[in-house]
């Protein structure tokens, strides 16, 4: 039977590119565009930050340290920038919904983890009640983070990159909140930052060519 006249057959086109695109307003092509150079910038950084951190018992240089000491909170500033475009993204061009808490509580879980890193810096590398404190809020973090990532899985007609952003989200949360792998979980995390980069990407073309 001819597949045009075949009612079961599988459609031969993505349900994204089937779907009727919108003109989303306040989402220029060069916003979107900066978003995904961000996602960029905060993956290269992560690796910088999982470098310096696999470097800290081998180099002592004071100036090293200090940037190692700014580059995690300025990380965690960024990530939750973009987590609330990306949030407010999904839920126009996508209808996504049961976002709200979990990127919220991934914002505010977020700050925690880093006021922690600031304040507790010299005794994170003793095993004391504060380490068990800061293990703990990590855990609780993945625990978060793993719930954002399965309520992005649920979000209908995505682009590949975003249901692959779900799937590195959810992976590195649970990682995360095993706190035992958490140092791992940084490379399903930053793969999350590039799948991410792509989405917006790809919705900059989209959107300029809603608008030739």
């Known amino acids: 039977m001819d597949q045009l006249d075949n009612p079961y057959a599988a459609p031969q086109v993505s349900l994204v590119e089937n779907a009727e695109v919108q003109r989303l307003e306040g989402w220029s092509p060069g916003r979107l565009q900066l978003l995904g150079y961000l996602?960029?910038?905060?993956?290269?950084g992560s690796l910088v930050a999982l470098g310096l951190a696999a470097m800290a018992?081998?180099?002592?240089?004071?100036?090293?340290?200090?940037?190692?000491?700014?580059?995690?909170?300025?990380?965690?500033?960024?990530g939750c920038y973009l987590l609330l475009q990306l949030k407010l993204f999904a839920e126009q061009r996508f209808a996504a919904q049961h976002l709200s808490k979990p990127t919220w509580a991934m914002v505010l879980w977020g700050l925690l983890v880093m006021m922690l890193d600031l304040f507790w810096t010299d005794t994170l590398g003793e095993l004391g009640w504060q380490m068990v404190v800061y293990l703990a809020v990590l855990a609780v973090y993945g625990a978060i983070l793993a719930w954002l990532g399965?309520?992005?899985?649920?979000?209908?007609?995505?682009?590949?990159?975003?249901?692959?952003?779900?799937?590195?989200?959810?992976?590195?949360?649970?990682?995360?909140?095993?706190?035992?792998?958490?140092?791992?979980?940084?490379?399903?995390?930053?793969g999350a930052s590039i799948a991410t980069a792509w989405v917006f990407f790809q919705a900059a073309a989209e959107q300029r060519r809603q608008a030739e």
């Open 57 to 78: 018992g081998f180099l002592e240089d004071a100036s090293l340290e200090s940037f190692s000491y700014w580059l995690n909170p300025t990380l965690t500033l960024l």
């Open 150 to 190: 399965f309520r992005l899985r649920q979000v209908q007609n995505v682009y590949p990159a975003f249901r692959l952003m779900a799937w590195l989200e959810l992976i590195g949360g649970l990682m995360l909140a095993s706190v035992v792998l958490a140092v791992v979980a940084m490379l399903p995390l930053i």
């Open 39 to 44: 996602n960029l910038v905060a993956a290269l």
